[in-house]
Structure formats: C-alpha cells, structure tokens
C-alpha cells in the first residue's frame, strides 16, 4: 500500500496536501515511476471525499489504508477500511473502489461490464470491480481466508447522482459489491456504520491484515484440470473480466443471429492472458458450446493435454496448434482461442505438409476463418523467433479485409514476478526494450533479485530454495550446441559447460530419458530441475524461483548492450536473419527468461563485465555471496 493511518489524520493531511507529496514518492519507489498528474488529481479529489464520510459517520479511528495492493499482482484496491465489527467484535473490512464519474450506463450486452464517456470499449461495473478484489484478497490473503465474512465491498461515486448511474444496480448486490452515490452519502455513512465500530480503533486489525501469509499463487498448470473440467478456479480482475466477459457475449450474439467477430487480447508477461484463455476454455466446454484452445508452442499445448486432459481423451482433444486448421470448413467452432498469438507464423506450411494441403493461405486467415469467434491473446514483446507476426496490427488488419469487427482489450496489471510493477521495468530498461537505459533495482517487497558469481553458486542457491519447498529452475540463452538425445539408460550430455561446471539442457524429444522429462514438460515436471530449459521449454510457463544465465550472445560494453549473433546457437537464425532482428529476438528472449519467476530470479552472466554491470545495478555489492536483498 503507498500510505496507512487513522481516517481523522488523513482527512488533516489531505488539507495540507503532505498526504499526495508522500503517495507521489511511495508510487514512485514501489513502482520506478512518477505517477500520472490523472492519478494524483483523482487522489486529491476522491481521498478527501472518503475521509469526509468517516468522519461524518464518527469513524475516525478507522484505519485507511490507500492503494493497497492485492497479493501476488499489480492491481491496488483504491482503500481498505480496518476497524471492529460493532456487533461481533471481530476485525471487519471494507474494501472501496473510489469512482470520479458523473454518469455511467450498463453495457447493452451485459450489466457486468459499463459504458462511460471517457472510454471506447466497456469497463467493469464497479460493483463487479470492487466484488472481485473481495473474493481476491479473502482468496490470498491468509488473515482472512478462513473468516471470509469479514470482508464487504463498496464502490462509491462520490459525483455521481442516482439519475447519472443508478442503472448500474442491474446487476446483483450483496455484501461484497455494493454501490453508493454523492447523492446517497447518508445511505453510505448508515452503510458504513453497520460494518465498523464507532469506538474502537482500527490499528489492530490494520496490523492483522497486513501480517496475513499470502496464499501462494494457484499456478496455472497445477488447476487446470479443475479449471477446464469442473468449475472457475481463478478469479478474474477488472480488464480480465471484461475480456473474459467480452468472449462470452461475442459468443451469444454468434449463437442468436449469423454474426461474428474478432476479440484481441493484449498485455505482457504475467498479466493473465493464459488464465483467461483457461477460463473460457472451461465455461464454454461446461456449456456445451464448440470451443477449442490453440498455441503456437509444443511445450505448452503438450502439458496442457497432459495435466488439464488427464485420463480424459476428449478434454485432451481440446488443445491444438495453430497448423491445425488448414483445411478445416469455415465457421466449424463457436469459437477459437489462440493463446500466445505473437507466435503465428506466415503460413501453416512446413517441409512435411502435402502438396494437397498447400493452399499458399495465410495462418491469420485460416484461424480467423474457422471460429465464429476467434480469440488471439498476445505479447507483441514476446516474439522469439524469426517468422513469429502475431502482432495487433496485423490481426486488426486481417480482420478488417474480411469485413468483420475486431476488439482489442489491454491487460495491464500483472501477476507474475509477484505483482511487481517495478521489477518488469526494470528488465524492459535493463534489456534496453524501452528508452531510458538500465538503472539500478530498487528493492520492493515484492520480488526479489539476486546476482550469482558462479553457475555453482546460482544452482546452489536454488537448490536451497527446493529443499524450502519452492519450484526452480534453470534457463540459458541458447549458446551452447545441443547433443543428440542418448540412448536410454545413458548420461544426458552436459552441453552448457561453463568453466568446471556442466549441465545437460532440457530434452528434445517426447520420451523421459534417464530420468529427465520430456521437452513439454521440463517446467512443470519436478525432475527438469538439474537441466537448463531453452526459451521454448520456459515460454508460457512460471515457476517460483527462475535462475538466468546470460551467454555470450548479449554482452555489456562501455556503456551499452552488444549482441554476437556468432555466439547464438540458435538453429532458427539464419544468414537471412537480419543483424536487427537477431538483435530484437535475443533481447526478447531475455526479457522471457527473466520474468518467469514468481517469488525471484537470480542470474548469472558468462562475461566479467557483463556480471559488474549486473552487481552495479542490483545493490553494488561485489564482494559478497548472493544474499537476498
């Protein structure tokens, strides 16, 4: 959270104005940025209005806390209300999602989502918004995951009249999602006053709340079979909603009359786009409706069929590639979900397709033509290898020659690196992916990072992070020639041989070999600890702890990053691969690597300057071992 203390002191701070100096350089710190002026004049308008209320309803003792953070993603619940439960005497909380809007009408399609003035796509109702965040923080926050009845959530649209959003009640109301307008401050303090007491402070309860473990994070492989099989085990924020939602009305429209339309998902690492694929994939499959989930990945779309299709071969059959459908009939499904769109490729044609089969058809078209609703989420930053074009642009413009309507929504918060805002920044600028230069990492108190003298140092420690109970692995660039597979029974060759230490990367092929697993499932399966992953085995997937090893081929000069493509390994890069795009797919492929932890990454470089660098920008010690910082 950026700031906590009593409703009474933070209605006198707001006066001063101290209150926004100190958001302004908490923002600043937890997240590398200066907030936008847009978010500081919506501090200064709806915190004093808040304050106002409690303090009119004599609840001044409540502790406020602003901006809070859920657990493990970078979504901020506007405030959270501590105080005691008049009637029970237990801790009691109210989560506020704080609304500047004059007036607001429920999308046509669906009440759960909304339409205002200042945006060209639907947003969530906030009485949905602030709904989730409740279920969200009872789901991962381990103070009140067993008491769930502590928390109740409000919106409240302190501009608002009820003429001006009132419709916005259509959908259902309870404890958690309730909605009060400027016009309905009575009701709000009345509200209020039912939820906390008058004469207890709230400090303690505060400090409860704040203590409470957080629930690890469900990864996604670990529920899938729920997922698809049985019922909704994620839940859905703000933007992942509305995509999520935006799919299923697609898909009703489709069903009532002859129409069709194409929705894009967009964001970067971490920000759900695989959970929300996962979510339609189980909501349509429970409701009967033809719906089938396709990749551009082995690796990904391969566990899926093994952990989601478990002894079941007609859930198996639900994941494909995106050469699948080269010659499937037009408008076949309800709907195709295309995860990891940045990896479609020109053409569904390789060296072994039939003659029969080349039709000279584009991937984008063959997918966009075999599902009356065909989903595409992506990471345009994502893309790793020559040929990838899933881009916006390219789907948007597809879309517009066959005359169909194309919607894009963006996902920004995230969930992966522990929700860090801060620290996928700070790969971005390291990488030199967004203008600035790399700068030095700022500790937050969600992610961690960690620099390694050795590659026996980096194991070392993840080793010890395996024997807590953590999942870990090893990645590198792809630098080192890959041996042919042994015969079983045999020793895996140790190809990533850096100084007196050596290990095998992952397998190639499809059968576990002397007791590592196969290529699809390095991440997943325990045993793929030991042998370093490539990008492909690692994209698409998480694990708690990642160790990064950087090779040759990105390198620290003087005062920038130089790539050697003659360092590459990498069978996809050709003479034809320009010098660019070499450079643009080796810095992607790092920005992949370093942000497939969840809890923190350590990483190691193969150059000495390369490696100073590094400890010059993650706490400057250089003579110390690795220590959490």
Known sequence: MLFRDSAHTIAARALDSSLYLHLTEQFVHMHGYRPGASEVRSWERSIPALAGV?????????????????????????AVLAGVHPVTGEPSYVVVELKQWSQAEP????????????????????????????????????????????????AYLY?????????LRAVELDNRGQLFT?????????????????????ARPADELQAGRTVPSKQLMSVAAQEVREREQFVLLDEQQVAYRMVLNAVRKAKQSDHKEVVVVTGGPG???????????????????????????QSFTKTMRKVAGTRKREVQDLFKYFNSFMTAEKNALDVLICDEAHRIRETSANRYTPAAHRTGKRQIDELIDVARVPVFL????????????????????????????????PLESQFRCG????????VVRLLGLQPGGPVVWEPDDRMQLLVADSPQQLEEFLEARRAQGYGARMSAGYCWPWSPEPKPGDPLPADVSIGDWARPWNLRGERSVSGAPPSALWATDPAGFGQVGCVYTAQGFEYDWSGVIIGPDLVWRGDRWVTDRTASKDPVFRKSTSDADVDRLIRNTYKVLLTRGMIGTIVYSTDPETREKLRELVAGRQEQPVSVV
């Open 54 to 78: 409690l303090n009119d309803a004599g609840l001044g003792e409540v502790e406020v806390m602003l901006e809070y953070a859920l657990p493990l993603n970078s979504k901020r619940a506007d």
């Open 271 to 297: 920000t759900g786009k695989s959970v929300i694929a996962l979510s339609l994939l189980g909501e349509l499959y429970r409701q009967g409706v033809p719906a089938l989930h396709a990749t551009g990945s």
């Open 159 to 167: 501009n608002a009249t009820e003429f001006g959003v009132g419709a």
């Open 378 to 409: 992506l990471d345009e930053h994502q893309v790793v290898r020559p040929g990838e074009m899933g881009t916006v642009e390219e789907i948007k413009a597809a879309a517009a020659t066959k005359g169909l309507e194309c919607h894009v929504v």
């Open 182 to 202: 400027g016009e309905r401050r009575g009701e709000f303090i009345d509200h209020l006053r039912s939820r906390l007491s008058d004469k207890v402070s709230g």
């Open 107 to 154: 999308d046509e399609d669906d009440p759960a989502l909304c339409r205002i003035d200042a945006y060209a796509h639907p947003v969530l109702n906030p009485i949905e918004q602030v709904r989730r965040y409740c279920e969200y923080l009872v789901n991962f926050n381990g103070a009140v995951a067993e008491h769930p009845s502590r928390v109740s959530g409000v």
């Open 419 to 426: 929700g860090s805002d801060a620290y996928l920044r700070w």
